[in-house]
T-cell receptor, first 116, second 112 residues
């Protein structure tokens, strides 16, 4: 167990709806990264939050947004859901923004989102 | 061209076999290299880091060739429990933050 938790475990939404996914980072970790993993693919970096600010972003549209709270937990929000948003969403926490040791990143179990 | 490319497999091998996975990456500025293991419908877990000098952890050996931008993973004496998807991962420095860039993964199925 990594100590990183995510909720909910599974979620079913319809096209056009909005969704919020949550992540609690491992104790003491101030950086949270979010990844999207489509079926048969490797995880793709969405963005990273460090001390409550977005610290980097992958190639995802603005309808993917996030927040990080003072306790370093984080939310991923997706607006105007599309069928292609169906995926496993993973969050990973780390002690530093991966500039020092990229192997100290711990993944949560993920939220499986299905968009109908 | 994908930033990290792997043979998708699946590799179907008997118990006790030796199996090798290969991976290539496109960004020569990539800084760190890893192999992750992902079981079906679970999160990825770090298997091992990869260094130019090569590193070994029990039955697993990883190798990095920076000149060829090539990473390998060798599994000796395969066990049924090794069945999983193996993800090749690199971290290119992106000016202020690092992100993990994953290959699509290679599936391994070890049978009795």
């Amino acid at each position: 167990e990594t100590g990183v938790t995510q909720s909910p475990t599974h979620l079913i939404k319809t096209r056009g709806q909005q969704v919020t996914l949550r992540c609690s980072s491992q104790s003491g970790h101030n950086t949270v990264s979010w990844y999207q993993q489509a079926l048969g693919q490797g995880p793709q970096f969405i963005f990273q939050y460090y001390r409550e600010e977005e610290n980097g972003r992958g190639n995802f549209p603005p309808r993917f947004s996030g927040l990080q709270f003072p306790n370093y937990s984080s939310e991923l929000n997706v607006n105007a859901l599309e069928l292609d948003d169906s995926a496993l969403y993973l969050c990973a926490s780390s002690l530093v923004p991966l500039q020092v040791r990229a192997d100290t990143q711990y993944f949560g179990p993920g939220t499986r989102l299905t968009v109908l | 061209r994908k930033e990290v490319e792997q043979d998708p497999g699946p590799f179907n091998v008997p118990e006790g076999a030796t199996v090798a996975f290969n991976c290539t990456y496109s960004n020569s500025a990539s800084q760190s290299f890893f192999w992750y293991r992902q079981d079906c419908r679970k999160e990825p877990k770090l298997l091992m880091s990869v260094y130019s000098s090569g590193n070994e952890d029990g039955r697993f050996t990883a190798q990095l060739n920076r000149a060829s931008q090539y990473i390998s993973l060798l599994i000796r004496d395969s066990k049924l429990s090794d069945s999983a998807t193996y993800l090749c991962v690199v971290t290119p420095f992106s000016g202020g933050y690092n992100k993990l860039i994953f290959g699509a993964g290679t599936r391994l199925a070890v049978h009795p």
